[in-house]
Nanobody, 124 residues
Framework: QVQLVESGGGLVQAGGSLRLACVAS????????MGWFRQAPGKEREFVTG????????SYKDSVKGRFTISRDNAKNTVYLQMNRLKPEDTAVYYC?????????????????WGQGTQVTVSS
């Protein structure tokens, strides 16, 4: 069983930055593909970014490319999401997810574990 706990959300003005962190319990983190998703009010949850176990492969939603950066520290069982130049449309609950899998991203990838989410609000 893997537990994921997100932190770092908050209220920020447009153009600002936030850094989210997700700490995973258990011994499988280093063999997991990690992802960040978000869900805005009235919308479906969407994939934002993902990173493979070695950090050599990352994937991003088009609208966040160049603004968001995912990274991980396997020694700390932590994955990060650095969000720069935030926009009001980035407002959502952000979720961390883990898949016990040593491959790379593919569309509609299913994740095994989910965090509770952290709210990110970007004011205009």
């Amino acid at each position: 069983q893997v537990q994921l706990v997100e932190s770092g959300g908050g209220l920020v003005q447009a153009g600002g930055s936030l850094r989210l962190a997700c700490v995973a319990s258990g011994r499988t983190f280093s063999r997991s593909f990690m992802g960040w998703f978000r869900q805005a009010p009235g919308k479906e949850r969407e994939f934002v970014t993902g990173i493979n176990w070695s950090s050599l492969s990352t994937s991003y939603k088009d609208s966040v490319k160049g603004r968001f950066t995912i990274s991980r520290d396997n020694a700390k069982n932590t994955v990060y999401l650095q969000m720069n130049r935030l926009k009001p449309e980035d407002t959502a609950v952000y979720y961390c997810a883990a898949k016990i899998y040593d491959g790379t991203y593919y569309p509609n990838i299913n994740f095994d574990y989910w965090g509770q989410g952290t709210q990110v609000t970007v004011s205009s």
